[in-house]
Each structure stands twice: as structure tokens, then as C-alpha cells.
């Protein structure tokens, strides 16, 4: 299949009419899109990604009104998050409308809605007219794609179009905040922190899981963001060919270092340090590691789960 690269919204939105997958910007990372309600478009985000059918996607919306062709029920604390926060890097977890396709939702009865706050997206969504389900942009188990290259690099001939804009803003998918329950339980970490979630909604709590509860985040459970390359949470490994990334000068030598200026800049990096570091033939990065706390506790997760052993 050919890969078209274009920088025009309407021109990505036929794409999605046509029930082509587009990948696109947002403020978090890239996106590969296909119509919510275009069922055979939807497994062919599957098949593109290389992904487990078991891992349901995000519907992104261009304007609250498409809400309700998505959802059955908005409680209160969900009315507040959605009040605050959206368009923002914010997912909600909701119980799904029944004429949306359940292959979107990996057969779940609920569905996560975002609204993206970033210009580009935000006008190609609108040109869609439609929501549209989309996955980070990159082979399943893979870094999220952060640039349009990154995309380009794991799904070019495998999808009929790159909306291309900016290397994108934060670096780190969106929060999920599942609002199915009795109060907000936060998912997946995010740019979106604990700590403002509970400004709004002060019951919000981490989402902490028993061995023999239902996976309630089906997608937490699949090998994420790893790079080819072993990744160290703090440490060095007696390897050739190793990098670091971190916010203060490593005390050792390495191949390749990355200095970030705050948090924001380590988030906003790393996927993107991941892929260089394969691109290098790197065995190793040694990632320092940062407080828990506002873009800290999303960061620190994306590097432990890349770290864990494959
Ligand atoms: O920032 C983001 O969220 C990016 C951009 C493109 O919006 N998207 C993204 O999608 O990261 P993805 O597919 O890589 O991660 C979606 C995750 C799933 O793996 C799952 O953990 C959670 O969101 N999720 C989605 N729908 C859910 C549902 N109905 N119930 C529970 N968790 C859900
Ligand atoms: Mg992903």
C-alpha cells in the first residue's frame, strides 16, 4: 500500500471517510485513526499495528457534542473531569453506546473518549465528522511515535495516510481515568496528574490491582514502549555500547547521553531517545530515575514498563 504524507486535515479526513487508517498528531503522541462505527476499517488498525485484539482503543472527538454517540451514561464526577479538562491529554473510561462496533472495544461494555487539545488534530477530527478510534501510531510493543518520522518508520506502506505536524508536546500518552464505577480510578498515568484530577473530583483514586481481579485496563498488561535495546532504571550495565538519559551528568562514560532541562523535557524525549538508541545499535540505556510526583509518575511508569524483562 502506498503511504500518503500530507499536511492537510480535509484531506486526512476523506481518507477516514473512505474507511482508510490515518495516522495524525496530538499533544500527547501520534495517532492511527479509522471511524469508530466503520467495524472492518476498525480491524485493520489491529492488523496495521501488529496489535492484540484484547487491547481496546481510545475514541478521539473534535467537539463534545460527539459524546453522545459514544457513551450511555456521564456521571457527575465524570461531568467535572470532562468540565476541566477536556480538550486536554485526558482519556475517560465510560460505559459505551450500543451502536458502537465491540471490536473497538476489544468486547468491553465501556469506552475511552478523548478530546485532544491540539490545533491540527482538533480540525481534522471535526473534518471527520465522525469519532475516530485510535491507538498510539506504532507497531504494537513498540515506543509511541512522538514525530511523524517515528510513524513512518513502523507503518509506512501499512496504512494509507501520515497527517504530518510537529514532534508532539508532552511525549507520553494520555492519562486514563476509568469513570465506570462509584469514583474515578486512575488507570494509566499521564500529563494529566493525581494531584489535579483530585483538585476536581478529590475522591479519584489509583487503581491499584489484585492478582484475581478482571484486567481492568486491558492494554496495561502487553509489553509497552520497550526500545531494542535493554532499558535500566537507574544503574549501568557493563555493556559496549550503552546510553543514558536523565536530568543531571552521568558519573561514568557512555556512548550516547541526553541531558534534559526539567521533567517535562525527559517526557517529552524519551520515546523519541528510545528510538535513536535502536537507530545506534545500543544494548543498553540507563534512565535516572525522577520523583513520583505531577509528569514524574508517567514518566517513571513508561520506564519501568519498557525495563521489565522480555
Ligand atoms: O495519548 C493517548 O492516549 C494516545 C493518543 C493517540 O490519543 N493513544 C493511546 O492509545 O495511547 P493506546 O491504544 O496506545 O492506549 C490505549 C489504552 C489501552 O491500552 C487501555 O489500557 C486503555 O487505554 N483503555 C482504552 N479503552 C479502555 C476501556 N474501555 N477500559 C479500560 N481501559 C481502556
Ligand atoms: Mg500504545
Given at each position: 500500500?502506498?503511504?500518503?504524507?500530507?499536511?492537510?486535515?480535509?484531506?486526512?479526513?476523506?481518507?477516514?471517510?473512505?474507511?482508510?487508517?490515518?495516522?495524525?498528531?496530538?499533544?500527547?503522541?501520534?495517532?492511527?485513526?479509522?471511524?469508530?462505527?466503520?467495524?472492518?476499517?476498525?480491524?485493520?488498525?489491529?492488523?496495521?499495528?501488529?496489535?492484540?485484539?484484547?487491547?481496546?482503543?481510545?475514541?478521539?472527538?473534535?467537539?463534545?457534542?460527539?459524546?453522545?454517540?459514544?457513551?450511555?451514561?456521564?456521571?457527575?464526577?465524570?461531568?467535572?473531569?470532562?468540565?476541566?479538562?477536556?480538550?486536554?491529554?485526558?482519556?475517560?473510561?465510560?460505559?459505551?453506546?450500543?451502536?458502537?462496533?465491540?471490536?473497538?472495544?476489544?468486547?468491553?461494555?465501556?469506552?475511552?473518549?478523548?478530546?485532544?487539545?491540539?490545533?491540527?488534530?482538533?480540525?481534522?477530527?471535526?473534518?471527520?465528522?465522525?469519532?475516530?478510534?485510535?491507538?498510539?501510531?506504532?507497531?504494537?510493543?513498540?515506543?509511541?511515535?512522538?514525530?511523524?518520522?517515528?510513524?513512518?518508520?513502523?507503518?509506512?506502506?501499512?496504512?494509507?495516510?501520515?497527517?504530518?505536524?510537529?514532534?508532539?508536546?508532552?511525549?507520553?500518552?494520555?492519562?486514563?481515568?476509568?469513570?465506570?464505577?462509584?469514583?474515578?480510578?486512575?488507570?494509566?498515568?499521564?500529563?494529566?496528574?493525581?494531584?489535579?484530577?483530585?483538585?476536581?473530583?478529590?475522591?479519584?483514586?489509583?487503581?491499584?490491582?489484585?492478582?484475581?481481579?478482571?484486567?481492568?485496563?486491558?492494554?496495561?498488561?502487553?509489553?509497552?514502549?520497550?526500545?531494542?535495546?535493554?532499558v535500566l532504571v537507574g544503574g549501568v550495565a557493563?555493556?559496549?555500547?550503552?546510553?543514558y538519559i536523565g536530568?543531571?551528568?552521568p558519573?561514568?562514560?557512555?556512548?550516547?547521553?541526553?541531558?534534559?532541562?526539567?521533567?517535562?523535557?525527559?517526557?517529552?524525549?524519551?520515546?523519541?531517545?528510545?528510538?535513536?538508541?535502536?537507530?545506534?545499535?545500543?544494548?543498553?540505556i540507563s534512565c535516572q530515575p525522577i520523583?513520583?510526583?505531577?509528569?514524574?509518575?508517567?514518566?517513571m511508569?513508561?520506564i519501568r514498563?519498557?525495563a521489565?524483562?522480555?
Amino acid at each position: 500500500m502506498l503511504t500518503q504524507i500530507t499536511s492537510d486535515p480535509l484531506e486526512a479526513a476523506r481518507t477516514i471517510h473512505r474507511g482508510g487508517l490515518v495516522a495524525f498528531p496530538t499533544e500527547t503522541v501520534y495517532g492511527l485513526g479509522a471511524d469508530v462505527f466503520n467495524a472492518d476499517a476498525v480491524a485493520r488498525i489491529f492488523e496495521a499495528k501488529l496489535r492484540p485484539a484484547d487491547n481496546p482503543l481510545i475514541a478521539h472527538i473534535g467537539e463534545l457534542s460527539m459524546l453522545g454517540k459514544l457513551v450511555r451514561e456521564i456521571n457527575p464526577a465524570a461531568e467535572k473531569l470532562i468540565a476541566h479538562f477536556f480538550p486536554g491529554p485526558l482519556t475517560l473510561v465510560l460505559k459505551k453506546a450500543a451502536g458502537v462496533p465491540s471490536i473497538a472495544t476489544a468486547g468491553l461494555d465501556s469506552i475511552g473518549v478523548r478530546m485532544p487539545r491540539h490545533d491540527l488534530a482538533r480540525e481534522f477530527l471535526k473534518h471527520c465528522r465522525t469519532p475516530v478510534v485510535a491507538p498510539s501510531a506504532n507497531l504494537s510493543g513498540r515506543p509511541s511515535p512522538t514525530t511523524w518520522n517515528a510513524v513512518e518508520e513502523d507503518l509506512r506502506g501499512r496504512i494509507a495516510c501520515i497527517l504530518k505536524g510537529e514532534p508532539t508536546e508532552i511525549g507520553l500518552e494520555s492519562t486514563v481515568v476509568d469513570c465506570t464505577g462509584l469514583r474515578p480510578l486512575l488507570l494509566r498515568a499521564g500529563a494529566v496528574s493525581l494531584e489535579e484530577l483530585r483538585t476536581v473530583v478529590p475522591e479519584t483514586a489509583l487503581w491499584e490491582p489484585t492478582v484475581d481481579e478482571v484486567v481492568r485496563s486491558p492494554g496495561l498488561k502487553h509489553k509497552h514502549y520497550a526500545p531494542k535495546a535493554r532499558v535500566l532504571v537507574g544503574g549501568v550495565a557493563d555493556s559496549a555500547r550503552r546510553a543514558y538519559i536523565g536530568l543531571t551528568p552521568p558519573e561514568t562514560e557512555f556512548n550516547l547521553v541526553m541531558i534534559c532541562a526539567d521533567a517535562d523535557e525527559y517526557a517529552r524525549t524519551l520515546f523519541a531517545f528510545f528510538r535513536e538508541c535502536d537507530r545506534r545499535g545500543i544494548e543498553t540505556i540507563s534512565c535516572q530515575p525522577i520523583g513520583e510526583t505531577g509528569i514524574g509518575r508517567a514518566l517513571m511508569d513508561r520506564i519501568r514498563r519498557a525495563a521489565e524483562d522480555r
